[in-house]
């Protein structure tokens, strides 16, 4: 009985909630693919491993639940020290890769102009156009004893015989900055671009030298950028398995290869999903104490990287 | 209209036709090792019996981690070795009992089918029949290191940085017996075992000064004796064979202690889908001359009865200098690992790769 007294009303508000509803609709649409592949690429796998990495196998095709797998991952040095050690060399990896990618991005930014700023970029670009395997393999050729830097200098002089580069930490350290080196320079252009010449100058009018000008003005304009350029460049290589795997030597274990071979050739995936986890919770927290230390969000930086 | 019916009835019927072919077209989806199933033996079969091979290159370890992961599907045939079937089966239930009445039995040589049989056996269920059989020992270079006879040779101080080895079991158990252990006849005690692969770990720890890179598929090993870079390594005989081909100086040596024998068989996944194939390839790479061909390919032998004679005489001369009947005799042949085992060997692997 209400509905014909007031159709002005009714009139009005049907049209309103056909648009909420269209809206709703091409949200969820909109949204669906994400929500998708965070849940079946991301979570799924993720809890799946979970759950793995809590079994204890106690017989031929009997599992129970328990801690066991993480228990013997931590009672066992030589783990241990392995993650130890692959956590230590790639944040100085990192810190390496800004040391060098700090001028490059500066000089691409701030210096380079027109046809030139594109060459340089496309030049930090193009060995991304060949696959990770194939970079690697040139290193490969180029630092192995009958490679081309040992004949380079037997030509020259300056080594009696032939001298093995590879196979040590120094040629994982190369290799590993050498594939992460765009990953830092792109978001430390980006930041860098937008800081105004003027404050530059400014800097230098107040009597800054080039260094206090560095430090007080450039570097924390940059901030945001180097930190979201040493997440993405810590997580590669806390997550690498071909270039440690490849040009290491005998002493240079990555935990990677560690979780590689408890799942391909121990065929235990439950200690395996506990190495993976544990390296995952160990990335988490090194990249929750960098943002807490350096004052910046995940938002803030990666957003806008 | 009409024209646009016709094109759409047309379109169907190619789409149904399409479909309809690979249905009836029969496939055989062999998971096996590099060179075992070369294109020749492939196109002759499809010749033979009208199916396709689909061939997929693993290893052992590799064809474990796959059948796991499906629990046994995706394939009808692979090619695990005879060791690595008893421990696997019982933890994991990736192959099925094999018929052996559709195997033609005359064409294998019979001390190499019953051993590859008894050794695959579970609850008096076979589970694997022999194809190729090598052996695991050392390759070395004879002109640049005369006097490595054994596992400990390797770790002569005048070989710093020359020597190479694959850090897998092979390396423990040959190291192991070259201390003059026994680890098979251990298999059965574990305590006794991780004692032996205790000090063969510590051996193999020690000798790490030695070894100038672990190689970890053949191509890496071929590369650092082809170049000169290692002399003498731990390796399988059919890479010696190989570089024998290319240089006289080099071949397989067998350890003093004894070659290791393997042999890989031939296993029926437990959720394949073409036995009836399967078995059809197993009793026609099995023929004295198909064998030969896959024998010259692999650069492993065949338990094919008769291939001997019409494998390369250039492989028969590389295998008849390392391999005198003497040192045949002497092969230690891989039991099959109980279930267990390999987590042991594994832990004393990590901590060798990891130590200084």
Known sequence: MNAPLNPAASGASAPREEGAAARRLSFILVFAPFALWIALVILVPQ??????????????????????????LFGESVYVLTLVRTVVMSLLATFATLIIGFPIAYYIAKIAR???????????LLPFWVSELVRVFGWMLILRETGLLSRLLQGLGLVDG?????YNDVAVMVG??????????????????????ALVEAGYDLGGNGLVVLWEIVIPHAKPGIVAGAIIVFMLNLGNYLTPTLLGGKNSQWFTAQI??????RFNWESGSAFGFVLLVTSSLIVWLALRASGQTLSGTIGKG | MRDVKGIIVGLLASVMLTAAVPARAETLRLLTWGDYAPEAVIKKFKDATGIDVEVTISNNEDMISKLRATGGAGFDLAQPSQDRILGPQTDFGIYKPMDLSKITAGLFIPELLDAAKKNTAIDGKVYGVAHLWGTSGLVVDRKKAPDIKSFLDLCKSEYKGRVSMRLKRPALLGMAFALGEDPFAAYGDKAKYQAIIDKAGAALAACKANVKAYWSGSDDLLNMIRSGEVVAAEAWDSTGFKLNAENPDINFVAPAAGALGWIDTFALPAKGKNDDAAYKWINFVMQPEIAAMIVDSAGSFSASKGSDQFVSPKLRAAFQQAFPPEVIAQIKWFPAVPAGLEEMEGKVLDKVAAGN
């Open chain 1, 47 to 72: 809890l799946n491993l979970f759950f793995l990495s809590l079994r204890e196998k106690v017989g031929p095709q009997v599992y129970v639940l328990g801690p066991r797998n993480y228990t013997e």
């Open chain 1, 260 to 265: 590689y071979s408890q799942f391909i050739t």
């Open chain 1, 114 to 124: 027109g046809r030139a700023r594109t060459l340089l970029f496309m030049s930090c």
């Open chain 1, 176 to 197: 590993l900055i050498y594939t992460s080196m765009l990953f830092m320079v792109v978001p430390l252009v980006s930041t860098l671009d937008s800081l105004d010449d």
């Open chain 1, 162 to 166: 032939p001298v093995e580069l590879l």
